[in-house]
């Protein structure tokens, strides 16, 4: 997946540089082992400590300095666009996806800076999450996008929900787009999308709207939606 579209392609410019890792080349059993049952019991296997350290110990002197390592987990915090924003402002990120039952909890305690989950749902393996937070970092960083308006108009950037969107054909199965769109009136264009994110977020999403910079008039449009909606 990131070796395809635009990742693949930033990958190619050398606007981000991503490599995988196998911890299997870092175990010291025969059997390439990197899993054992649970002290205290239960169900399925637990990573050990020694793969996991030593794997990461070797990152941090192939690039000459310690990355900030990430632990893609269900506990930690959930993944939000302001953080996404924080960590592509870092230099080097190094992702610890998790297997099995989880991961022994000294070497966590000793080497991961941060835990993220991608939602409060559970996946097989912290591959997956990996790929999401490598995706969404990636095509924050200089270069990779066509512009800054690429993903500066989408949806959570701004702590809102993107508007409406709407290309050829002008009218489809009897529905046309609306009419401001093809005015020319870029200001009238420009109020029709900040009112139409602004509704969106107040149906779909209103906890955004707590965190969201809000001006005087977003404010007052979204009063007369809440009025709208008690008269209902």
């Not at 991608?118 to 393996?125: A, E, K, P, Q, S």
Request: net charge negative.
């Amino acid at each position: 997946m990131l070796g395809e579209s635009i990742i693949g392609r930033a990958r190619e410019n050398g606007c981000v540089e991503i490599n995988c890792i196998n911890i299997r080349d870092y175990t010291l059993d025969k059997h390439n082992r990197v899993d054992d049952s649970p002290y205290g019991g239960g169900t399925g296997m637990i990573m050990q400590t020694q793969p996991i350290y030593d794997c990461f110990e070797a990152l941090c002197s192939e690039i000459g300095k310690r990355p900030h390592l990430i632990y893609l987990s269900p506990q930690g915090k959930t993944l939000t666009q302001e953080r996404v924003k924080e960590l592509s402002k870092l230099d080097n990120i190094a992702l610890l996806c998790g297997h099995y039952e989880g991961i022994d909890q000294r070497v966590i305690d000793e080497i991961v800076d941060e835990e993220i989950s991608i939602g409060d749902f559970v996946l097989t393996g912290g591959e997956l999450p990996a790929l999401v937070l490598a995706d969404s970092i990636s095509r924050m960083l200089p270069g990779v996008l066509a512009n800054e308006d690429a993903f500066t108009l989408e949806s959570h950037y701004s702590g809102l929900l993107e508007y409406p969107q709407f290309t050829r054909p002008f009218e489809w199965h009897g529905v046309e787009v609306p009419e401001v769109l093809i005015s020319g009136h870029h200001a009238n264009i420009q109020k029709w999308q900040r009112e139409q994110s602004l509704s969106r977020t107040f149906e779909r999403r209103p906890d955004m709207l707590e965190k969201a910079e809000l001006t005087k008039k977003d404010k007052e449009f979204l009063k007369k939606l809440e009025e709208n909606k008690q008269q209902q």
